[in-house]
């Protein structure tokens, strides 16, 4: 009886060694889809449902990650007599985001107005500088999760919960540099809310590579065709009028 417990010991020991190494997490977003609608615009409101749930994924094994989307809501549809208004949902997890911890260079696909970006950078580029939250905790999945704040790239709020004991820099969207995988993510103060769901086994490796769809731009070049497309809209929400 003695050695049985000792080899469930070393079999679970080996288990959980090899998720840290490798696997699958399964994330889930809801979107504060109201959040950048002003209140007086009742019509907008009335098309737009108040929230947005989408499904991501994050594969990781040895130094690389891949994060994508694996179910998003489809686009809202409406006539209103004089043209056909299409409502895209659109959040942080709708692009595909390949990095290299070895290498350091991430390369991300991005899809807009029908057409797929490649964006190839270091990833210091879009690094963000946390801080520790100390005395701050939360349970995830069974994992003690410390807490972490920053700033994004362009300037919106962030909230990291790491587990330590998965000791993965990498997390939803392309977020890392903690001391531990982020199982959870709040992205402008619950604008987007991104929380780990189940962790299974990488049945696939030959799944984690580097996009390849799309033409290759800078960041620079993508955001000025963000630009050129919806102006200075950044938000969740865009909407594309189709005259009849």
């Known amino acids: 009886m003695k050695f049985f417990f000792v080899f469930l010991f070393l079999c679970t020991g080996s288990c959980l060694n090899a998720q840290s190494k490798e696997g699958i997490v399964l994330y889930e977003t809801k979107a504060d889809m109201h959040r950048r609608i002003p209140q007086d615009n009742q019509q907008a409101r009335a098309m737009i449902p108040a929230t947005s749930t989408t499904q991501n994924e994050l594969l990781f094994a040895g130094t690389q990650t891949l994060y994508r989307p694996i179910q998003e809501e489809p686009d809202l549809t409406q006539n209103d007599g004089n043209g056909m208004i299409t ?117 696939k490796k030959s799944e984690l590579k580097a996009p390849s769809k799309g033409k290759k731009v800078t960041n620079a070049e993508f955001a000025k065709i963000m630009k050129d497309a919806f102006g200075d809209q950044q938000g969740g929400i865009r909407i594309v009028t189709n005259d009849n």
């Open 87 to 203: 409502i895209r949902m659109r959040g942080p997890g709708d692009n595909i985001i390949f990095y290299d911890m070895y290498t350091k260079k991430t390369v991300e696909q991005r899809e807009l107005m029908g057409a797929d970006y490649l964006i190839e950078q270091p990833a210091d580029s879009g690094k963000v500088s946390w801080k520790l939250i100390e005395g701050e905790n939360k349970t995830i999945l069974g994992h003690a999760c410390k807490k972490a704040v920053g700033k994004s790239p362009r300037g919106l709020d962030l909230e990291a919960w790491y587990a330590e004991d998965i000791p993965l820099s990498s997390g939803p969207a392309g977020m890392r540099d903690l001391p531990g995988l982020i199982l959870m993510l709040d992205i402008n103060k619950g604008e987007f809310i991104t929380t780990a769901k189940e962790f299974q086994p990488l049945a």
